[in-house]
Structure formats: structure tokens, C-alpha cells
């Protein structure tokens, strides 16, 4: 099972130059089963509402809906808490990361950096390199060039 970090959904769904399209074509081309948790589905929705892009929040929640879902119980939090102690990272960083381990997906798919070191083999930066070396779209802006959580 395959882990879909926030900015993996941004890039599926909202770039479409050469970023979107590696994404899409990666997410197609899997046997493996993606999944996703609720916390995913919350930073994807949060700029549609605040632009009131019912469309786009539509086709996150439709995206979300397909997605095998990973719950987030307490056990997940203690072991982001440890996670973000021990390695820095941020708050929703450790979360997916501390999800897609005690679901014991075989991968996180992300372009984070950090989050692939800290994870030590689980999360693959699958867009890395191209990010940054590619020029900024609209989607690169929004998950912030190399980072998961960039402006919203």
C-alpha cells in the first residue's frame, strides 16, 4: 500500500504541466493500493474553500472518496510527537509520516526531502529533482517548491 502525501493530490489534481503529468502517470501506473488519511483530505480542502472553488473541492473529495483510508487514532499522534522530537519535523510531516507507518504502507509518496531522510526508506521523494529544476506553475507555488506545506 502506497502513502499519498498532500502535495502528491495537489500535483495530481491541479498542475497540469510536467509535474501533474509524472504524478498522474506514477499514481496510474502502481498495482499497489494508494491511500490517504483524513489529514490529507484537510490540507487539500482548505484553499478550494477559501477560494470557494466548489469544483475543485469536489474533485479532491472524489479523489479522497477512491483512496484506501488510514484512520488517525492517539496512536498515531504519540508516535508523531516522537517522530517530530526526534527528527524536526513539522507537525503535519510527522502525522503522515507516524500514519503511513503504523498502517505499514510500503511506501509514502512525497517531495519532501526531509521527510524521506527522517523516514528512513519509507517515504520516496517521487517529484524531487523535477521540482526543482522545473519552472514554477501555479501548483509548485502552492505546495511550495521542494515543501508539502507551503502557502495557502
Same mark, same amino acid.
Given at each position: ?14 498542475? $497540469? ?7 498522474? @502517470? ?101 517529484? $524531487? ?6 519552472? @514554477? ?16
Amino acid at each position: 500500500m502506497i502513502y499519498l502525501d498532500t502535495c502528491i493530490l495537489i500535483y495530481a489534481l491541479e498542475d $497540469g504541466g510536467g509535474l501533474g503529468e509524472r504524478t498522474r @502517470a506514477a499514481m496510474r501506473g502502481v498495482d499497489d493500493r494508494l491511500a490517504a488519511s483524513p489529514l490529507v483530505l484537510h490540507e487539500c480542502l482548505v484553499r478550494p474553500i477559501r477560494d470557494g472553488d466548489n469544483e475543485l473541492r469536489a474533485r479532491f473529495v472524489e479523489v479522497y472518496n477512491r483512496l484506501v483510508r488510514i484512520q488517525m487514532d492517539e496512536s498515531v499522534f504519540v508516535l508523531a510527537a516522537e517522530l517530530r522530537a526526534r527528527h524536526g519535523l513539522k507537525a503535519p510531516d510527522s502525522l503522515h509520516l507516524a500514519a503511513a507507518q503504523l498502517a505499514r504502507c510500503d511506501q509514502l509518496w512525497t517531495n519532501d526531502e526531509r521527510l524521506a531522510t527522517a523516514s528512513r526508506g519509507l517515504a520516496v521523494d517521487m517529484i $524531487g529533482e523535477a521540482v526543482r529544476t522545473a519552472p @514554477a506553475d501555479a501548483a509548485t507555488r502552492r505546495t511550495g517548491a521542494g515543501r508539502i506545506h507551503g502557502p495557502r
